[in-house]
T-cell receptor, first 115, second 115 residues
Framework: DAGVTQSPTHLIKTRGQQVTLRCSPK?????VSWYQQALGQGPQFIFQ???????QRGNFPDRFSGHQFPNYSSELNVNALLLGDSALYLC??????????????FGAGTRLSVL | SQQGEEDPQALSIQEGENATMNCSYK?????LQWYRQNSGRGLVHLIL?????REKHSGRLRVTLDTSKKSSSLLITASRAADTASYFC???????????????FGQGTILTVHP
């Protein structure tokens, strides 16, 4: 049973560009959350998707947007990249039962470097 | 923004010793969780303690929660070199169903266990 998979593993972009990160949740999971982790910091919640809709959102600008597909996979899009967007982006999945316990399963992350 | 702080920021011990990490938070919580992260990769859920619990055990892990002081501690007994990692506490606010799945992380403690 595959866990949460994220692609790509690493990505290098320049300021002003746009980027799309992808996440496939653990089998049986229907809820996907995205987190940004700057170097030396704890992860920060970006947003959460359930039934193809954004259910919760953290304190991130509109440059950060997302999507969830009918198969529960998800994308994170960041427009007009800034140097400060350089971070590890983590995807976490859960299902309604586990979500009630708030246990989430994390992918290995996508490391984004903005030059 | 981060929920709170973790203490110490870094901890270096010998194999066989116990490691204690502390976490403080700011708001009323539904539950508090501890996660482990190896070398800037994905996070692994370790243990969850609910706001009405005071202590919980799982293998070599012991977690305590003091809601009056808004603090928690994680004790790893008989540490091993393989325990070397970053450890994060994460809280879920007591804000009803809409809070499900939104983890607010501390800044983490870097634990190094020397063989």
């Amino acid at each position: 049973d595959a866990g949460v998979t994220q692609s790509p593993t690493h990505l290098i972009k320049t300021r002003g560009q746009q980027v799309t990160l992808r996440c496939s949740p653990k089998s049986g999971h229907d809820t996907v959350s995205w987190y940004q982790q700057a170097l030396g910091q704890g992860p920060q919640f970006i947003f959460q998707y359930y039934e193809e809709e954004e259910r919760q959102r953290g304190n991130f600008p509109d440059r950060f947007s997302g999507h969830q597909f009918p198969n529960y996979s998800s994308e994170l899009n960041v427009n007009a990249l800034l140097l400060g967007d350089s971070a590890l982006y983590l995807c976490a999945s859960s299902d309604l039962y586990d979500l009630a316990k708030n246990i989430q399963y994390f992918g290995a992350g996508t490391r984004l470097s903005v030059l | 923004s981060q929920q709170g702080e973790e203490d110490p920021q870094a901890l270096s011990i010998q194999e066989g010793e116990n490691a204690t990490m502390n976490c403080s938070y700011k708001t009323s919580i539904n539950n508090l969780q501890w996660y482990r992260q190896n070398s800037g990769r994905g996070l692994v859920h370790l243990i969850l303690i609910r706001s009405n619990e005071r202590e919980k055990h799982s293998g070599r892990l012991r977690v305590t929660l003091d809601t009056s002081k808004k603090s928690s501690s994680l004790l790893i007994t008989a540490s091993r070199a393989a325990d070397t990692a970053s450890y994060f506490c994460a809280t879920v606010q007591n804000a009803g169903g809409t809070s499900y799945g939104k983890l607010t992380f501390g800044q983490g403690t870097i634990l190094t266990v020397h063989p």
